[in-house]
């Protein structure tokens, strides 16, 4: 089917609360990647794998960690959500980290 | 640091006019890809072009051709004959070609086209 997946598609979490997103690949990609997408800013890097355990962070990662321990599975945590990260969570994988990005469907989160 | 400027933040036109939609990038690297998307009001991103630094040919699908100039670092994208379908936000995307480097194919993004095509 897509070959990746997000989970969950929306959500709603309160302020100070942790929140785990999940993308999950069927396509055995080297490369993962989250980004968050904002009016007036396109789409932001967060965090990037290169492998299992391989991972770094982007543009915007403060407030975020990231957990890569398979290689079909990478986890996005805001340890403590704040309103400022109300946002659209993509993720992204490619075989080559080059092209060939297929993107997810994106997870809503608002954090009231 | 690698950016992609897309200074125009919505493009308004009504159906058949041709409308081009600008982009212009800053790299240091030699080497690199250009992108531009599609996001649909569904919400997807949808691949339309990959173009690397070596190719400046200009490439038409259909109603759509891109103009890749690495003189003015611009690779802007034209609707010819817009139809109401087109309507959607498009991103222009930049990534460098050094997988095998410290960058690892990170994608940088326009501030996106707004683009809403009135019957």
């Known amino acids: 089917d897509a070959g990746i997946t997000q989970s969950p598609r929306h959500k709603v979490t309160e302020t100070g609360t942790p929140v785990t997103l999940r993308c999950h690949q069927t396509e055995n990609h080297r490369y993962m990647y989250w980004y968050r997408q904002d009016p007036g800013h396109g789409l932001r890097l967060i965090h990037y794998?290169?492998?299992?355990?391989?991972?770094d962070k982007g543009e915007v990662s403060d407030g975020y960690s990231v957990s890569r321990s398979k290689t079909e599975d990478f986890l996005l945590t805001l340890e403590s959500a704040t309103s400022s990260q109300t946002s659209v969570y993509f993720c992204?994988?490619?075989?080559?980290?080059?092209?060939?990005?297929?993107f997810g469907s994106g997870t809503r989160l608002t954090v009231v | 640091a690698q950016k992609v400027t897309q200074a125009q933040t919505e493009i308004s036109v009504v159906e058949k006019e041709d409308v081009t939609l600008d982009c212009v990038y800053e790299?240091?690297?030699?080497?690199?890809?250009l992108f531009w998307y599609k996001q649909p009001p569904s919400g997807e991103l949808v691949f339309l072009i990959r173009r690397n630094s070596f190719d400046e040919q200009n490439e038409i699908s259909g109603r759509y051709s891109w103009n890749f100039q690495k003189s003015t670092s611009s690779f802007n994208f034209t609707i010819t004959a817009s139809q109401v379908v087109d309507s959607a936000v498009y991103f222009c995307?930049?990534?460098?070609?050094?997988?095998?480097?410290?960058?690892?194919?990170?994608?940088?993004f326009g501030q996106g086209t707004i683009l809403t095509v009135h019957p």
């Open positions: 794998s290169y492998g299992v355990k391989d991972t």
């Open positions: 992204a994988i490619s075989p080559t980290g080059i092209y060939g990005y297929t």
């Open positions: 790299t240091r690297d030699t080497t690199y890809y």
């Open positions: 995307a930049l990534s460098n070609a050094n997988a095998g480097g410290t960058s690892y194919g990170k994608l940088t």
